[in-house]
Antibody
Framework: QLQLQESGSGLVKPSQTLSLTCAVSGGSISSGGYSWSWIRQPPGKGLEWIGYIYHSGSTYYNPSLKSRVTISVDRSKNQFSLKLSSVTAADTAVYYC????????????WGQGTMVTVSS | EIVLTQSPGTLSLSPGERATLSCRASQSVSSSYLAWYQQKPGQAPRLLIYGASSRATGIPDRFSGSGSGTDFTLTISRLEPEDFAVYYCQQYGSSPPALTFGGGTKVEIK
């Protein structure tokens, strides 16, 4: 059974770069048919897709965040990462990593989420 | 970008009642790529429905999805106590590849 676990800094200063990692267990990050995604949820608000990376390495980002986002994969560690630069208080949110089944267009497995606060 | 509008914002119902949740898209969405999720407080979302009408693994048959084009519906036939939660719809568009979520519908106990 595939499991995902987020890790990273829970507090980031304004203008700095948010960095999170998602460890994948119970399966290979190189498996075809999946892409690996980040989604966030500001406190008390709805879900926002940040972006994803295909097993091939191709990346796609939310246009509203594209200039600040980088998603990458480390196959040797079976994990993928998110970097979001120039953060502001508006980036305060619970950040989820999730596996995305390409053929059905849905997120089937989610990490538990990690709260990131942007504050000086 | 396709915008998904969910209604109502809040649905107040009693256990045993039927819940009907709406998700309307700003332009046509492929039925193959419309999904529904359930989220309880403090938890990650859980996939309920994909492909507009296919239940995910382990999802009870009281949950059903329907619709096409710009109008989609999630129906919970008889609400169980554990069904009171927030529900989100989500679509995938391929040109360019992008995903959007609806704003959510909260199903609360009346």
């Amino acid at each position: 059974q595939l499991q995902l676990q987020e890790s990273g800094s829970g507090l980031v200063k304004p203008s700095q770069t948010l960095s999170l990692t998602c460890a994948v267990s119970g399966g290979s990050i190189s498996s075809g048919g999946y892409s690996w995604s980040w989604i966030r949820q500001p406190p008390g608000k709805g879900l926002e897709w940040i972006g994803y990376i295909y097993h091939s390495g191709s990346t796609y980002y939310n246009p509203s965040l594209k200039s600040r986002v980088t998603i990458s994969v480390d196959r040797s560690k079976n994990q993928f990462s998110l970097k979001l630069s120039s953060v502001t208080a508006a980036d305060t949110a619970v950040y989820y990593c999730a596996s995305y089944i390409v053929v059905v267009g849905a997120f089937d497995i989610w990490g538990q989420g990690t709260m990131v606060t942007v504050s000086s | 970008e396709i915008v998904l509008t969910q209604s109502p914002g809040t649905l107040s119902l009693s256990p045993g009642e039927r819940a009907t949740l709406s998700c309307r898209a700003s332009q046509s969405v492929s039925s193959s790529y419309l999904a529904w999720y359930q989220q309880k407080p403090g938890q990650a979302p859980r996939l309920l429905i994909y492909g507009a009408s296919s239940r995910a693994t382990g999802i009870p048959d009281r949950f059903s999805g329907s619709g096409s084009g710009t109008d989609f519906t999630l129906t919970i036939s008889r609400l169980e106590p554990e069904d009171f939660a927030v529900y989100y719809c989500q679509q995938y568009g391929s040109s360019p590849p992008a995903l959007t979520f609806g704003g959510g519908t909260k199903v609360e106990i009346k």
